[in-house]
């Protein structure tokens, strides 16, 4: 019997067919990366001027005591290990979310100022203030609470155009980075080495203290951002494009704004401005997964493996130890030239 019904036009089929074959890629990219953050962060724990294997790494983090392995994996290798991965982490997803709601590779943290933010208020905390630990690190969010406030108000005029906001957030770089420059420059010898190591992004010396506010602030805003990943796709049409599909444009703007921003922010304050993380997650991911679909599941993986693999390295790769803010400049720093130049060479602009 002949069925009435019309035939399903065969490009249905094969969008259907294109959409399962992305997400099966994806979460097939999604496992593969978190498998080898554990693997970096297994490795984070048993590696070091002694080595301990998994079994009394396990022993330790179950809260067994280990003779040895207690102080130096628990006290030494663990709060450093989980700084990494919670610092990578949010600065992935936070680097991604501005470069997917801007459009722009180069709307990264670390480009558009909210990092330098961060660090002039810490630096004048350190320097001028004679603070340190905590309240060096709230006065870091604060400030770049403030900077993201400050371009979102300057960038706004019937809505805010994402090349604006980015030329407005270099502008305000320049300008903030000037300052951590003259402050430097007037710095005692002590108050400077205390601010060059922060401002290098390190993970030496950390601590549960500094470890549990990041913790929370990526329990707790994460799963805000991935609500939104669907609006945020959306938007990547074009803002008239995103209404029409009945997204509340400004709305989602200002909220993965906040929460992008307070995730960089806690991760500079706990770890300092670990140099291109935020700024390298997001490509790298798009690289992986392709085109189409969320990118900030990815993103944060990468982040998390940039920035555990980069501590690896600093410290045991070479004849000295590097803190991990050099290692990743100097993989980020050749990438952000290699974009300029081939944006410049096909005729884009920012």
């Known amino acids: 019997m002949t ?62 005591t280990v003779p040895g392995a207690s102080f130096t994996v628990g006290v030494l290798r663990l709060p450093r290990a989980a700084m990494g991965l919670l610092a990578g ?37 350190i320097v001028w203030l004679g603070l340190s630990g905590p309240t060096v690190s709230a006065l870091a969010i604060v400030a770049a609470l403030a900077t993201a406030l400050l371009m979102y108000v300057l960038a706004y005029e019937d809505g805010v155009v994402g090349t604006r906001l980015i030329l407005i957030g270099i502008g305000i770089a320049a300008m903030l980075d000037s300052v951590v420059a003259y402050v430097i420059v007037r710095a005692a010898e002590w108050d400077l080495q205390v601010a060059m190591r922060w401002l290098t992004g390190s993970l030496n010396g950390a601590t549960w203290p500094e470890v549990v506010p990041l913790a929370v602030a990526v329990l707790v805003v994460t799963p805000a951002l991935l609500s939104q990943s669907r609006n945020l796709s959306l938007m990547q049409q074009g803002d008239d494009s995103a209404s029409a599909l009945g997204v509340r444009v400004e709305r989602t703007r200002l909220l993965v704004i906040v929460a992008a921003v307070l995730l960089i922010a806690f991760a500079t304050a706990a770890a300092g401005p670990i140099a291109f993380v935020a700024f390298l997650s997001g490509p790298i991911a798009a690289r992986l997964v392709g085109g189409g679909g969320s990118l900030m599941v990815p993103a944060a993986l990468v982040g998390a493996l940039l920035v555990l693999v980069a501590d690896l390295a600093g410290q045991y790769a070479f004849g000295a130890r590097y803190p991990v803010g050099v290692i990743t400049g100097s993989v980020g720093a050749p990438y952000l030239v290699y974009l300029l130049v081939r944006t410049n060479r096909s005729g884009g602009s920012l």
Not at 25 to 54: D, I, K
Not at 94 to 113: C, E
């Open 3 to 64: 069925s009435l019904l019309p035939a399903r036009p065969a490009t249905v089929d094969h969008v259907g067919r294109a959409r399962a074959s992305r997400a099966r890629r994806r979460g097939a990219v999604s496992v593969v990366l978190a498998l080898l953050v554990l693997a970096a962060l297994a490795a984070s724990l048993m590696f070091g001027q002694t080595f301990y294997g998994p079994g009394e790494v396990l022993r330790v983090v179950l809260g067994e």
């Open 89 to 125: 982490v949010a600065l992935g997803l936070g680097g991604v979310t501005f470069q997917t709601m801007l459009r722009n590779p180069l709307a990264s943290p670390d480009i558009i100022g909210i990092n330098a933010g961060a660090s002039v208020a810490a630096v004048v905390a």
